[in-house]
């Protein structure tokens, strides 16, 4: 077996079945030279290890540089792993253990102290990467609605199609200024979110004390994130997002205990012990909670 990196990969193609097959992800190489472009967090990095056998790609591991806020208020860069596969073919011969010990490596190189994962707790990958050393660092609880009786859709002129994304990070680090984690954004961090698709700017709502990030499909609108500088503010944005929609109403990532008590006073059920979970492997001897106490913050939008 052969392992390199993803910019060295001569037939990329045939990641496709493998991604397909594991999370119905229909990849496109030249789609996802723009992602690698517009994405801050793979745009330095190797973006991945494929592993080989006799020139066929059996195996794949994503790799990510992330920037994080710590406790002091520093800037300071943490491993991301995203994307792991392997062929159904080639199971069960180390080669998930030895491109994720690559990765490790690429990120001890990189002098990171920590490596995250976003994964789910149903899953059986959730067991190897706790054999790794991988740990819980929150779970991320959820919030739904069926919106039985859909509002008349509002017209184009209504409609705010401008998303003024200097006011959204005005609001962001007002509203984070004592938090850790994933909390330094900036306008690369939309355009990421625009080409990768995880909010629509026409959708978007933003008002004087918040905001929501919003992308629609078929009258089910998915809430990205909901920041707002009061309870009544945020309750006054998910009212306004039930008005865009016509189906159902999702809300990802739900971690603030006001957003969900707004959540629920609208009837909205809420699955608080989710399976989704945001993992740590430390790669030095500091523990995450010296790094970042209990204030890490992290959204939806910030999937990887």
Not at 234 to 260: G, N, P, W
Request: charged fraction near 30%; charge should be positive.
């Amino acid at each position: 077996m052969r392992i390199t990196t993803y910019r060295e990969l001569q037939s990329r193609d045939q990641l496709l079945p493998l991604f397909q097959h594991v999370f119905w992800w229909p990849f496109n190489p030249k789609e996802f030279e723009k992602t690698i472009k517009a994405d801050p967090r793979l745009k330095n990095s190797p973006v991945g290890y494929a592993a080989l056998e006799k020139k066929r790609l059996v195996g794949f591991v994503g790799v990510m540089d992330i920037a994080t806020l710590t406790l002091p208020g520093l800037a300071e860069d943490v491993g991301g792993i995203w994307g792991v596969v392997t062929d159904p073919a080639h199971a069960r011969k180390g080669i998930f253990k030895a491109l994720m010990q690559r990765s490790h490596a690429y990120f001890e190189e990189k002098g990171y102290r920590f490596s995250l994962l976003n994964t789910g707790k149903s899953l059986i990958a959730y067991a190897f990467y706790q054999k790794l050393g991988y740990r819980d660092v929150t779970v991320y609880p959820s919030a739904y609605k069926i919106i039985k009786k859909p509002k008349k859709s509002l017209t184009k002129k209504d409609r705010k199609t401008k998303l003024d994304w200097s006011r959204v990070l005005k609001i962001f680090t007002e509203a984070t200024q004592d938090r850790a984690g994933f909390v330094i954004r900036d306008a690369s961090y939309r355009k990421m979110l625009e080409t990768r698709k995880r909010i629509q700017s026409d959708k978007c709502i933003v008002t004087d004390k918040g905001y929501a990030l919003l992308k629609e499909d078929k009258g089910n609108v998915t809430v990205q994130e909901i920041i707002a500088s009061t309870k009544e503010e945020m309750s006054k944005l998910i009212t306004q997002i039930e008005d865009e929609a016509t189906k159902i109403v999702i809300a990802e990532a739900v971690l603030d205990r006001d957003l969900q008590s707004a959540y629920l006073s609208q009837g909205f059920m809420i699955l608080e012990d989710s399976y989704d979970v945001l993992m740590y492997k430390p790669l030095t001897n500091e523990g995450f909670t010296e790094v970042y106490g209990n204030k890490f913050y992290a959204a939806a939008t910030d999937y990887f």
